[in-house]
Structures are given as C-alpha cells and as structure tokens.
C-alpha cells in the first residue's frame, strides 16, 4: 500500500512534467486511466469509460467554450497531435 500512496502523489507531478512536453489531450488521458489504475479501478470499460467522459467535458469547456491555450507539447510529434486533437475539437467532431 505505501507504493500505491506514493503513486496517488507522485503521478500528478508526472502528469505536470508530462504535459508541457506532450501536451495536454495526449498526457490527461494517460493520467486520468492510469489514476484510476492506481485507484484499484480494475474494469477496463469503466476506466475507459470516466476517461472518455471526463475528457469529453474538459474538452469541450476549455477548447470550445472558452478557447483556452492548453499546452500542445515541446516535442514536435506531441505538438503535430494535441494541435490536429484541437483543430477536429473546434469543428465538432
């Protein structure tokens, strides 16, 4: 159990570090299933299944709605993706 504790606190600094290299609709999704992972969630379609949705709102509130900048990613294959996420996020697909 110390090394699920240790994984409950460490994972979110991942996900910090993560995101400003590969972006943010590549990193939440890794984070968010493997969160719920560590959270002793052990069904695949539910783990799926919270992602998709949470990713969903989050997509839609801060792309669409609000049109924030998320970070896209440093390295260029991370930035071509989370910029491609972004463009069909904005056209409703």
């Known amino acids: 159990k ?3 504790k240790l994984a409950i606190f460490g994972l979110p600094l991942v996900y910090l570090w993560a995101m400003h290299r590969i972006g943010f609709f590549v ?3 890794l ?6 992972y ?3 969630v052990r069904n695949w379609r539910h783990i799926a ?8 709102l989050v ?9 924030v900048a998320v970070p896209v990613g440093a390295w260029e294959i991370f930035y071509s993706v989370n910029n491609e996420i972004i463009t069909y996020i904005r056209l409703g697909l």
Not at 31 to 36: D, G, N, P, Q, V
Not at 59 to 67: D, M, P, S, W
């Open 59 to 67: 997509f839609y509130v801060f792309v669409r709605l609000f049109y």
């Open 27 to 29: 990193a939440s999704p």
């Open 31 to 36: 984070f968010i299933a493997l969160y719920l």
């Open 38 to 40: 560590v959270l002793e």
């Open 49 to 56: 299944g919270v992602t998709a949705i949470i990713l969903a």
């Open 2 to 4: 110390l090394g699920q």
